[in-house]
């Protein structure tokens, strides 16, 4: 434990050291106000409570979490320094998990910078504030899973930008699979299991009780294995990479 | 100790490295040796267990790197071939990252680090980034990084490319000075390093074992007494 330890806190003093890291959370906190206050019309609406931002978030993470993924493990494999890493007496497992948690930690600052969301509601109003804590997590537990996806797309290619497209494509296509439109195009052919089963699958059918601030344990686990599947991805990718 | 048995890698088709079995013992300090694109790197690799062989085993003080990838790792420093880093951090918190990983805590953490950074005469670059480094620099930083935990083995992939000709003698002189008791591999293409550092010396070409011998046993193959020609003969 106390390795993974040490290869978070490597990788997150990483992420301030470099511009990248506050460029995109600049844009990050630019676009979730922009939508959170004029596309989602926090003030217009009349309601004490921060829907009009958690909506918005898992369209945010299509850009946030392959921008901060993308050099989890390609840019440890274009500079070389992944020979240093993993001849160091560490566990991949541990080395993707170290990583991993620091990419976690960064979004969650991310998510706490938008603390002023939160005042203004509570200044102009009631909220449930209960309702908006949990919607928060549900938010840091939906990052993990896009971040998994990033780690894994990070793990198969030395380019960054080919790390950020793929995982960008990843996370539309299980995002997308919750859309009507998508859900549609299934139920015309495909038996309601499958139809089901991919609608089941998506971010977005497991996001939309989140946003609504209800943390159902079905929607947490879903996440989980969710994370809990690309890590294990990642690391059989990088094994697999040393036999090559 | 390391020890290697039939030890092999092949890239699709290619063979890298071909059935190479050798062992160092303590004290040695074996110079690897081949034209560029032997194998001695992919060898290296893979004994520090940063790639999986195709076949055969290597060991390091009795840990097989495949089954006991950990113990092996722990007894090991390592230079990777360009002493890759990470050009963001500093010289000081990188090998305190380092240290970090290798299990070093407390007074010997402190006194660990105080000794390298010394020893490799980093005290005026620790703040730095390590993309502002010179090469040589940058190479000094991957040997402090090997020897910081004082491990019995040392596999260092071309200690002195890229320094000037003070700094090469002072790594000469460096391992001359842990060489007593420990196991030590270099590999170099500058031959005048093996006389230089070097108790015995393994000539591969093509991935195959071609010479093993000691710097003069080697050059007492050949009438000039070269060993440039020596190399030319076994290795072309």
């Known amino acids: 434990m106390k390795t993974v330890r040490f290869i978070m806190r490597r990788e997150l003093s990483g992420y301030f050291s470099t511009p990248i890291a506050y460029v995109v959370l600049v844009i990050f906190l630019l676009l979730a106000n922009w939508f959170a206050f004029w596309t989602g019309a926090l003030y217009e609406r009349g309601q004490a409570d921060l829907a009009p931002l958690f909506t918005f978030v898992p369209w945010l993470y299509l850009f946030l979490i392959p921008a901060v993924s993308m050099r989890l493990w390609s840019e440890e494999r274009r500079s070389g320094s992944i020979e240093l890493l993993l001849t160091q007496p560490v566990t991949l497992w541990q080395a993707v998990l170290g990583k991993f948690l620091a990419a976690w930690i960064f979004i969650g600052i991310a998510l706490a910078l938008t603390f002023p969301a939160w005042i203004t509601v509570n200044m102009l109003g009631n909220p449930d504030n209960g309702a908006i804590f949990a919607a928060y997590l549900g938010c840091f537990f939906v990052a993990a899973g896009f971040l998994a996806v990033g780690s894994f797309t990070s793990s198969i290619t030395k380019n960054q930008l080919i790390a950020f497209l793929l995982a960008a494509a990843v996370c539309v296509v299980l995002l997308m699979a919750g859309f009507p439109a998508v859900i549609n195009l299934f139920q015309r052919w495909a038996p309601a299991w499958l139809v089901e089963g991919v609608a089941s699958l998506s971010f977005l059918t497991h996001f939309e009780n989140i946003t609504k601030g209800v943390l159902d344990l079905r929607d947490v686990l879903y996440y989980a294995l969710i994370t809990l599947f690309f890590l294990l991805a990642s690391t059989v990718v990088l094994e697999s990479r040393k036999s090559k | ?236």
């Open chain 2, 1 to 236: 100790m390391i020890k290697t048995q039939n030890l092999s890698k092949n890239y699709d088709g290619i063979l890298a490295v071909d059935d190479l079995s050798f062992s160092v013992e303590p004290g040695e300090v074996l110079g690897f040796l081949g034209p560029n694109g032997a194998g001695k790197s992919t060898t290296m690799r893979m004994i520090a267990g940063f790639i999986t062989p195709t076949g055969g085993t290597a060991s390091i003080c009795g840990h097989d790197i495949q089954q006991e990838p950990l113990q092996a790792k722990a007894m090991l420093g390592y230079l990777p071939e360009g002493a890759p880093h990470y050009g963001e951090m500093s010289v000081g918190s990188f090998l305190e990252f380092i240290a970090d990983l290798r299990g070093l805590a407390g007074a010997v953490r402190k006194s660990r680090l105080d000794h390298v950074i010394g020893r490799l005469q980093l005290d005026g670059v620790i703040a730095q980034t390590m993309e502002t480094l010179s090469k040589g620099f940058k190479r000094r930083v991957g040997l402090a990084q090997a020897i910081v935990h004082d491990p019995p083995v040392l596999i260092l992939d071309e200690p002195t490319d890229g320094l000037d000709p003070i700094q090469k003698h002072e790594v000469r002189t460096l391992i001359g000075e842990i060489a007593k008791e420990k196991t030590i591999v270099i590999s170099t293409h500058i031959l005048e390093e093996v006389d230089a550092v070097c108790t015995r010396a393994l000539i591969i070409a093509r991935g195959k074992l071609v010479a093993d011998d000691t710097p003069a046993g080697l050059r007492a193959r050949a009438p000039s007494g070269r060993l440039d020609d020596v190399f030319r003969a076994v290795a072309a």
